[in-house]
């Protein structure tokens, strides 16, 4: 494929806090003389832009097309243009938005100063695709034109200024007189490969109206009801001049609207805001362009009371457009809180690739990724985002296999904020699209990074042969995020050793033996330096006596099989001390209860989540959350760090796989394999759960009669593996291991 190269815009100068240049309008009036049999535009925006062909707009969705750092990748995207040209003059628009490429609002990891900074810009061509010669019909250079937008500043993190009284209309229409207009001028090419975005687009999903709306100090406090992520439309009239002002927040502070637990990230008066001056007249319509905002409330100033109606405004939920791909139900209502929040929380730090949060960061943390790739994917439809994301990660990558705690970046994140436990994303994200879909693509593309980086751990082993660098187990409850109980060394070394299990098994897959057998070499050592060193075995107990020490090591086998029992009553007996309390962070949250239900201890997983009393999950459903908190605190009224982060929602994918019992692929070598195991807790009365395999839609289903339990199960055709009742229950002929087949209410009694 043939990408344009000129890149043009309005100026080389960027703009910033302190210096608020408007985003351009570019446009170009060309002249067909026939229609072309296949036209197509190809279009790459930095940072991002909306597109137009004949005063119509055609752009794939919000923040096109694409988040990065321009000097690892430019994105483009294709657009067949056969309905929406014509013979005789044609007219292409573009506005372009700062983005990545301008991010001065990301000065807290360094974006303000990368290497990739400059103005936004735009390379652009129309071809006919039918034709393989002399097929060009329009690409960028100095003869498009430029004018300034009614978008006087615009900020991917911080929001926008709007002035509707310097809109242009029909600015993007045939037969325009631009010719007062300035020339564009010929931009820096970027660094970047060029490269066509081939992962779903941002879309908006769906349209909330407030639940209330409120007298709040000086102005107006819209409540949604619900915290996502996206921005709200603005309806309104009024007279010229007139501005309004719309903070954008998911905390109230002891009854007040409060934005402060951002305010490290942004200056003073740039939290999530969009600031709207009228043109006046008749009735204004507007939505943000190249932003978005994680809220559930809008605090609205410069209105009159009787423009402060609920038609005011309306929530645009965005995020990528991923697809529901299973789900969770059962008779316990905070169970079923949980889930939703966990879905909510998922969307919303869904844009291109996951996100930490959608209002203080939107950066691509790679741990949170790591720990949440399960659950993504029996729920939703990431596998596309993934394998797009990771050509933006391995591009990250230095020679040496270090990668840094953020992707994209603009050099910020290789010192501090990463580590096995952050690094792991570049293995597990393919080795769970794998797992989940049966692809061996996206190990095929990875495998050489993958190979990179165990030889980099194998460099990196400290005097004992562990690792004990990087970041540990994360917002361990109720502690300072980066003062987690477990050691780093326990954490970061068996999470090593499990980064090479993963690779000696995609290594495997795809033939390759002199890598399988370095994986393994690897992984054996350094799990023989973890039993010689980290564990006490007249106790069985793991360095650093905590939930998530002796629960990791348990999940990735450091333990003999004989040696289970024992340090499985360690585990029991911590969580004991703690009143059955979770007492971890992130790293053990993704494991404890998957250890507990494996053993046969469901019932103790699921009293740890539900219970209202902190720190639990069930405390955050007792507070009102409608998504996942940043942490656990035993009290939230002065809690300001974050109310919608991701990476704590493992317990989704426990529900699916522990409750529900739909166990895809156990071993990882067969996708159209699938374990149904379900686990009738006790204090449930019934409980379902789906997921979509390949094959199709996996359901299973159960409720309790009396003292028997009746199981649903129906699997696609084709669909192999077994049905394995709990430990204590049989089928009325006696059998507690049955052939997989689709069955509705299999009697299952308790032995």
């Not at 631009?178 to 020339?183: E, M, Q, T």
């Not at 905002?293 to 005011?312: S, W």
């Not at 730090?349 to 950066?363: A, L, V």
């Amino acid at each position: 494929m043939d990408f344009p190269t000129v890149f043009i815009g309005a100026t080389r100068e960027w703009g910033g806090f302190d210096n608020h240049i408007p985003a351009p309008c570019i446009r170009k009036a060309f002249t067909l003389e026939k229609m072309p049999e296949k036209p197509e535009l190809l279009i790459c925006g930095l940072g991002y832009y909306r597109v137009f062909v004949n005063g119509r707009e055609i752009t794939k969705g919000p923040l096109a097309p694409y988040t990065s750092n321009p000097d690892s990748y430019t994105y483009f995207d294709k657009y067949d243009l056969t309905d929406l040209l014509q013979v005789g003059e044609n007219v292409i628009g573009v506005i372009l938005g700062n983005g990545m490429t301008n991010g001065f609002d990301g000065y807290v990891w360094d974006f303000d100063t990368a290497k990739h900074r400059g103005a936004p810009r735009v390379p652009l061509s129309i071809t006919d695709t039918a034709k393989e010669e002399d097929n060009v019909l329009l690409t960028s250079d100095t003869s498009f034109k430029t004018h300034p937008s009614p978008i006087l500043f615009d900020s991917l993190r911080c929001g926008e200024i709007y002035d509707a009284r310097l809109e242009i209309d029909s600015w993007c229409d045939v037969g325009f007189d631009d010719s007062s207009w300035d020339n564009c001028i010929i931009s820096e090419v970027p660094r970047g490969k060029a490269k066509v975005c081939e992962c779903e687009p941002i879309v908006v999903s769906r349209e909330l109206k407030p639940v209330s709306v409120v007298k709040h100090k000086d102005g107006w406090l819209y409540d949604f009801g619900v915290n996502y992520a996206g921005v709200t439309r603005i309806k309104i009239r009024g007279e010229s001049g007139q501005t309004i002002t719309v903070d954008h927040g998911d905390w109230i502070h002891r009854g007040e609207f409060d934005t402060s637990n951002y305010h490290k990230f942004y200056p003073e008066g740039y939290s999530q805001k969009t600031v709207y001056t009228l043109k006046g007249g008749e009735t204004e319509v507007h939505v943000p362009s190249f932003t978005y905002y994680g809220f559930r409330y809008a605090y609205v100033t410069g209105i009159t009371e009787e423009q402060a109606t609920e038609e005011l405004l309306t929530y645009l939920v965005m995020h990528t457009d991923l697809k529901e791909n299973g789900d969770f139900e059962c008779s316990d209502e905070i169970i079923n809180a949980l889930q939703k929040m966990v879905r909510v929380s998922d969307l919303a730090n869904f844009y291109y690739f996951p996100t930490d949060c959608p209002h203080r960061e939107k950066n691509g943390w790679t741990g949170d990724a790591a720990v949440s790739a399960e659950h993504m994917l029996l729920n939703l439809t990431p596998e596309n985002a993934y394998r797009e994301w990771l050509f933006n990660i391995r591009d990250t990558q230095t020679e040496t296999g270090k990668l840094p705690g953020i992707i994209p970046t603009g050099g910020w994140g290789y010192k501090w904020g990463n580590g096995p436990c952050w690094d792991q994303v570049m293995t597990m994200l393919p080795y769970m699209v794998y797992k989940y879909r049966g692809t061996t693509k996206i190990l095929k593309e990875n495998a050489t990074s993958i190979m990179r980086y165990i030889n980099y751990l194998d460099e990196h082993l400290n005097e004992r042969g562990l690792i004990d660098f990087g970041l540990g187990d994360w917002v361990h409850a109720n502690r300072h995020a980066d003062k987690p109980i477990a050691p780093v060394e326990v954490t970061n070394s068996i999470v090593s050793m499990n980064i090479a299990a993963m690779a000696e098994h995609i290594f495997k897959v795809l033939g390759k033996e002199l890598q399988m057998q370095f994986a393994r070499a690897f992984k054996d050592k350094i799990r023989r330096n973890i039993r010689k060193h980290l564990i006490n075995f007249a106790t069985m107990t793991v360095a650093g006596r905590c939930q998530t020490s002796q629960a990791l090591a348990i999940y990735y086998g450091v333990f003999e099989e004989g040696e289970r029992a024992k340090a499985l009553e360690v585990l029991l007996k911590l969580i004991e001390e703690k009143d059955y309390h979770i007492d971890a962070g992130m790293l053990g949250l993704r494991v404890i209860f998957h250890v507990l239900s494996d053993a046969g201890y469901a019932d103790i997983a699921f009293k740890m989540i539900v219970r209202k009393d902190p720190p639990s999950y069930g405390h955050w459903v007792a507070q009102g959350f409608t998504s996942l908190p940043e942490e656990f605190r035993m009290d939230y009224t002065d809690f300001a760090t974050s109310y919608n982060h991701h990476f704590l929602g493992d317990i989704s994918n426990w529900f699916i796989q522990a409750i529900g019992g739909i166990k895809l692929n156990p071993n990882a070598d067969d996708v159209n394999c699938v374990r149904i195991s379900p686990e009738f807790i006790t204090d449930l009365r019934w409980a379902k759960a789906w997921h979509n395999a390949p094959l199709g839609k996996i359901e299973v289903s159960w409720r309790r009669d009396g003292e028997k339990v009746l199981l649903s199960v129906n699997v696609p055709e084709g669909m192999k593996g077994e049905i394995v009742l709990p430990a204590g229950y049989t089928d009325e002929d006696g059998y507690s291991l049955l052939p997989l087949v689709s069955v509705t209410d299999l009697v299952c009694i308790k032995a």
